[in-house]
T-cell receptor, first 114, second 116 residues
Framework: GENVEQHPSTLSVQEGDSAVIKCTYS??????FPWYKQELGKRPQLIID?????GEKKDQRIAVTLNKTAKHFSLHITETQPEDSAVYFC?????????????FGTGTKLQVIP | GAVVSQHPSWVICKSGTSVKIECRSL??????MFWYRQFPKQSLMLMAT?????????EQGVEKDKFLINHASLTLSTLTVTSAHPEDSSFYIC????????????FGDGTRLSIL
């Protein structure tokens, strides 16, 4: 099955700085990679996703890059704000066959220091 | 607005009680629903995949007789934790996906289960 590794587990940055979270996956069949933000006690919320036919995607201060050959993808948050503080999960999913289950990374707790 | 409704949001009950959690898809027909469990400071672990009209598929290590899943309609799936014990205390979250490929999953608000 798929195995998704995520680093770092915790990340502290000063407000205004950039934050980068990296993930690797093992199953070459995975071709959809969402990123979720989860605040304490709440449900994960999709913040950005990328498909394997795209190398980079950007949405305002958030960007995701994908290197399908190396099987790794990253989340970049620029100009961080205190409200960005949360736990972020990367995930991988095949879009063909089976039940298309999502495999989550272990999570990164991001703290943005005002 | 909310796409997925999950109830209850919080349950506290005695050991040995069975607890039912509902997950409803509000805006579309969900052919597939997923049930996750999340322990404090850990990731979401898939427990089972629920398909409308058929038996759920359980992940390795998840007891199907302990965690009963029913997906009787395209908008409702239920998870029943039978004879719950303190070690079953966790955050249970459902997610739904439409039958079309290339669609993201939408998560419910989760149910925090505390067994005394």
């Amino acid at each position: 099955g798929e195995n998704v590794e995520q680093h770092p587990s915790t990340l502290s940055v000063q407000e205004g700085d950039s934050a980068v979270i990296k993930c690797t996956y093992s199953d070459s069949a995975s071709n959809y990679f969402p990123w979720y933000k989860q605040e304490l006690g709440k449900r994960p919320q999709l913040i950005i996703d990328i498909r394997s036919n795209v190398g980079e995607k950007k949405d305002q201060r958030i960007a995701v890059t994908l290197n399908k050959t190396a099987k790794h993808f990253s989340l970049h948050i620029t100009e961080t704000q205190p409200e960005d503080s949360a736990v972020y999960f990367c995930a991988a999913r095949p879009d063909s066959g089976g039940y298309q289950k999502v495999t989550f990374g272990t999570g990164t707790k991001l703290q943005v220091i005002p | 607005g909310a796409v997925v409704s999950q109830h209850p949001s919080w349950v506290i009950c005695k050991s040995g009680t069975s607890v039912k959690i509902e997950c409803r898809s509000l805006d579309f027909q969900a052919t597939t629903m997923f049930w996750y469990r999340q322990f404090p400071k850990q990731s979401l672990m898939l427990m089972a995949t629920s398909n409308e009209g058929s038996k759920a598929t359980y992940e390795q290590g998840v007891e199907k007789d302990k965690f009963l899943i029913n997906h009787a309609s395209l908008t409702l799936s239920t998870l029943t934790v039978t004879s719950a014990h303190p070690e079953d205390s966790s955050f249970y979250i459902c997610s739904v996906r439409t039958g079309r490929i290339n669609q993201p999953q939408h998560f419910g608000d989760g149910t925090r289960l505390s067994i005394l």
